[in-house]
């Protein structure tokens, strides 16, 4: 009777066995799945933006006057996810040389350490030729309806507002996409479909504290707002 009852047992743990043999790789294949899901969902998923001025108030500090049409990034020097929209601003600022003002403009939340903002992003930002690099407690940003890292507006000479949003087509994604066409469009004169354009922008909050994650799914604890 024991034999035949240490017999059942073992054959009882072999099946077991077995079943975990198939279940672990079934798991974690799971994981995976779900995983690369969400990381998906978080590249494709823009940021808020807040109400942009159809017209440029006269007098903001920090806007460069001129005859020229002016073209502002807002950034959160910290942003992992904004190191392609500097890509593609460099793109437009090159193409588009001496037809637009061209500012980035890094949002330093109050309290913040005085070189906080002095990152590898803004480093990158003041190597494109003729860019003005701009400094903002968050006032200008918001009144400009910028709340996401990496969000440009576009105003013509006179103060209209032409363009506001994104100008890349996911997150941290570099490439050809609407935003910088339309941009580079309306600089020639062409504003058929796309005068008053507004594409989404994919980056990190600019005010809400929290963490920037970068397009790669991990996220850098250094990355967070004071």
């Known amino acids: 009777m024991v034999g035949r009852f240490l017999s059942t047992v073992q054959v009882a743990r072999r099946s077991a066995l077995r079943r975990m043999a198939y279940l672990v790789p079934l798991l974690w294949l799971t994981a995976i799945v779900v995983g690369l899901g969400a990381l998906e969902e978080y590249k494709s998923r823009p940021g808020t933006t807040g109400l942009t001025p159809v017209a440029l108030p006269k007098g903001m500090p920090g806007v460069e006057g001129g005859e020229r049409a002016r073209l502002l990034m807002f950034v959160h020097p910290k942003c992992p996810c904004s190191k392609a929209s500097v890509g593609e601003l460099a793109e437009i600022a090159t193409r588009e040389s001496g037809k637009v003002a061209v500012e980035v403009v890094f949002v330093k939340p109050p309290g913040a350490v005085q070189d906080w903002s002095k990152t590898t992003l803004r480093e990158q930002a003041a ?85 920037c994650r970068d397009p790669k799914g991990s996220a850098d604890e250094n990355r967070k707002l004071p």
Do not use: W
């Open 127 to 211: 190597a494109i030729p003729g860019v003005r690099l701009v400094d903002d407690d968050g006032t200008l940003a918001k009144r400009l309806g910028a709340e996401t890292s990496g969000y440009v507006v576009l105003y013509d000479a006179g103060g209209k507002l032409l363009f506001s949003g994104g100008i890349t087509r996911s997150r941290g994604h570099e490439g050809d996409n609407f935003g910088r066409r339309a941009i580079c469009a309306l600089l020639n004169g062409n504003s058929d479909g796309f005068t008053g354009a507004k594409t989404p922008v994919f980056g990190c909050p600019l005010f809400t504290p929290g963490q």
